[in-house]
């Protein structure tokens, strides 16, 4: 998401709407309020930042902070701030080297066997550390025009095998639309998997619907979901119920996290956010280290504090509760194990 990227469209009854669609509308987007909404002082220098890079927060992710806690760790990830207006060297609006991978509008393939389609610059949540907050997401979109495009590439090279629904989140679409791309992708005989990297279902829960369940079992590829999640906090009831609905219908649940500074950069933290995703049907997948996006500079851990971190993690933790932690870099033939 960029700061040109559109508002996610809302249907036109607002009253009508989805719950979640609903939500949506009702997100904060202005700095004064979320910190007026935690009983926390104005800072104007967030409304600086939030020109660089547009904020947004569901109201119920919101609940799940303390309030007063100016460092609470949700509060820390949503909250822009003056750092991320300062240039830092080594970090770069494209660090993943994207442009150079892009084959089709929107369409990425950067790995082996699989491609990664930008469905929509719109996403439920603004994370300040996004990778994509520079991404040119008017250009790059395989939606509408250039959607026969995306499947005419799938369709030619028979080696690919799974297709990355992502964005923003492709699951600020809607269902229909989504119903009708993914009728779509399983035409194609060599495709296998569908894969669907979202946060909506850790930051709107209300997402998690019988449509949406519907539309990723109702067809013959084999549907994997990769939520995000950073902190336990992020966990609340709500949350655990919608993802032990996505386990009970059958689909593999993963999580994949960016180790932020101030945020889960202890051995505790990192603990308990595995215990309480694996409580709730999520299994640790990936930790990764921060990719260097233009205004993120402030959020980065070394890789010894990185290093020490998964040393203790393992000490404490099965095997299987311990997530990899890993760096993507562009131009590599996969992520790069630390």
């Given at each position: 998401?960029?700061?040109?990227?559109?508002?996610?469209?809302?249907?036109?009854?607002?009253?009508?709407?989805?719950?979640?669609?609903?939500?949506?509308?009702?997100?904060?987007?202005?700095?004064?309020?979320?910190?007026?909404?935690?009983?926390?002082?104005?800072?104007?220098?967030?409304?600086?930042?939030?020109?660089?890079?547009?904020?947004?927060?569901?109201?119920?992710?919101?609940?799940?902070?303390?309030?007063?806690?100016?460092?609470?760790?949700?509060?820390?990830?949503?909250?822009?701030?003056?750092?991320?207006?300062?240039?830092?060297?080594?970090?770069?609006?494209?660090?993943?080297?994207?442009?150079?991978?892009?084959?089709?509008?929107?369409?990425?393939?950067?790995?082996?066997?699989?491609?990664?389609?930008?469905?929509?610059?719109?996403?439920?949540?603004?994370?300040?550390?996004?990778?994509?907050?520079?991404?040119?997401?008017?250009?790059?979109?395989?939606?509408?025009?250039?959607?026969?495009?995306?499947?005419?590439?799938?369709?030619?090279?028979?080696?690919?095998?799974?297709?990355?629904?992502?964005?923003?989140?492709?699951?600020?679409?809607?269902?229909?639309?989504?119903?009708?791309?993914v009728t779509d992708l399983a035409?194609?005989?060599?495709?296998?998997?569908?894969?669907?990297?979202?946060?909506?279902?850790?930051?709107?829960?209300?997402?998690?619907?019988?449509?949406?369940?519907?539309?990723?079992?109702?067809?013959?590829?084999?549907?994997?979901?990769?939520?995000?999640?950073?902190?336990?906090?992020?966990?609340?009831?709500?949350?655990?119920?919608?993802?032990?609905?996505?386990?009970?219908?059958?689909?593999?649940?993963?999580?994949?996290?960016?180790?932020?500074?101030?945020?889960?950069?202890?051995?505790?933290?990192?603990?308990?956010?595995?215990?309480?995703?694996?409580?709730?049907g999520a299994l640790p997948y990936?930790?990764?280290?921060?990719?260097?996006?233009?205004?993120?500079?402030?959020?980065?851990?070394?890789?010894?504090?990185?290093?020490?971190?998964?040393?203790?993690?393992?000490?404490?933790?099965?095997?299987?509760?311990?997530?990899?932690?890993?760096?993507?870099?562009?131009?590599?033939?996969?992520?790069?194990?630390?």
């Amino acid at each position: 998401m960029n700061k040109t990227a559109p508002i996610i469209p809302l249907t036109r009854d607002v009253e009508h709407a989805p719950a979640w669609r609903r939500a949506l509308s009702e997100a904060v987007t202005r700095p004064s309020e979320l910190l007026s909404l935690l009983g926390l002082p104005d800072e104007p220098e967030s409304e600086s930042a939030a020109q660089l890079f547009r904020m947004r927060v569901p109201r119920g992710f919101i609940t799940r902070m303390r309030p007063g806690d100016r460092y609470d760790p949700l509060l820390l990830q949503v909250l822009p701030v003056a750092a991320e207006c300062q240039a830092s060297a080594g970090f770069m609006t494209d660090p993943l080297g994207e442009a150079a991978a892009m084959a089709a509008p929107g369409l990425l393939h950067k790995y082996q066997g699989r491609v990664l389609l930008t469905l929509t610059g719109a996403c439920g949540i603004h994370c300040r550390y996004c990778f994509r907050r520079h991404y040119p997401y008017a250009e790059a979109n395989p939606s509408g025009g250039h959607w026969e495009q995306a499947l005419a590439y799938i369709r030619q090279d028979s080696s690919i095998h799974e297709v990355i629904l992502s964005g923003g989140d492709p699951l600020s679409l809607s269902d229909q639309r989504l119903t009708a791309m993914v009728t779509d992708l399983a035409t194609i005989p060599h495709l296998q998997r569908l894969r669907i990297h979202s946060r909506l279902p850790v930051v709107l829960p209300e997402r998690v619907t019988p449509e949406l369940l519907g539309w990723l079992t109702g067809n013959r590829l084999r549907p994997v979901l990769v939520i995000h999640a950073n902190h336990a906090q992020e966990i609340d009831a709500t949350v655990q119920a919608a993802l032990r609905t996505i386990v009970a219908a059958g689909i593999p649940l993963l999580n994949q996290s960016v180790l932020l500074k101030h945020i889960n950069d202890t051995a505790d933290g990192l603990c308990t956010l595995s215990e309480t995703l694996f409580d709730a049907g999520a299994l640790p997948y990936y930790l990764h280290q921060l990719d260097h996006v233009q205004g993120a500079a402030h959020f980065e851990v070394t890789d010894d504090e990185a290093q020490e971190l998964m040393t203790a993690m393992r000490a404490r933790l099965p095997g299987y509760l311990v997530p990899r932690l890993v760096r993507e870099q562009a131009g590599e033939p996969g992520k790069s194990p630390l």
